[in-house]
């Protein structure tokens, strides 16, 4: 079942969205060659429970650590670890979520790591452009596969890079994790796909008080995925690198409100020429 929320469930939805905005800039500030995927966690859990939150991750179905982070061909749900060293060349995608008086926050950046290959870096610019242009598709009165149909339709629309050089090749957009409604529960309905065989107009109605978690995967590779022995991490079937970018927001009368972006999305949404509401 679909949960609206009331403008008081919405403030409380934004105040676990800065934490978690705040907390993940400070991870991407700390990404440095050398430390492993535990020096993040560890820097994740003090910022989200030094602003009195707590970490929506940690304990989730018997997830072990704070946040996920996910290393080149890993597409999500990567557990932190002590062993898992980051490298320079790397891109590294950082999942947090963040509770405050019982209302869920959720976002995800993929960090590149040092000088990164320009086919990483391109992979990084469309897969978060894509999450941009999904945001701003959404209206109130229009329709969930709106959305994805902006996140497919840009992704599609952006050259490859194995086209330069003549491998061929094209974007692997996975399919079988999506984005989500969020509230009182990390994941909710309505399922948000990043892609709309369909068409746009399809879906539940985008309505008041909804909010979604929207987060394209892109691989570089095949869309296919595997689970790890863990249970958890998510890889590309093909070892092929992956990015992950995601926010929630809801939907004002003046538009699209980014709750994990520090400014509500203005800069990002108001360069696609969205209407944005206040931050």
Known sequence: MIQYKSDREIALMREAGLVVGRTLEKLRAAVTPGMTTADLDAIAGDAIRGEGAVPSFKGYRGFPACICTSINSEIVHGIPSKTAVISAGDVISIDCGAIVEGYHGDAAVTVPVGEVAPDKLELLRVTEESLWR??????????????????????????????????????????????????????????????????????????????????????????????????????????????????????????????????????????????????
């Open 134 to 279: 999904g945001i701003a598709a959404a209206r109130l009165g229009g329709r969930l596969t709106d959305i994805s149909h902006a996140i497919e339709s840009y992704i599609r629309s952006q050259a490859h890079p194995g086209s330069s050089t003549g491998q061929g090749g094209s974007w692997g957009i996975v399919e079988e994790y999506v984005g989500h409604g969020i509230g009182t529960e990390m994941h909710q309905d309505p399922q948000v796909y990043n892609f709309a065989p369909k068409g746009p107009g399809r879906g539940p109605k985008l309505e008041k008080g909804l909010a979604l978690a929207v987060e394209p995967m892109v691989n570089l590779g095949g869309r296919q995925t595997r689970v790890l022995s863990d249970g958890w991490t998510v890889v590309t079937q093909d070892g092929s690198a992956s990015a992950h970018f995601e926010h929630t927001f809801t939907l004002t009368e003046e538009g699209p409100w980014v709750l994990t972006a520090l400014d509500g999305g203005k800069e990002r949404l108001s360069g696609l020429g969205a209407l944005t509401a206040a931050s």
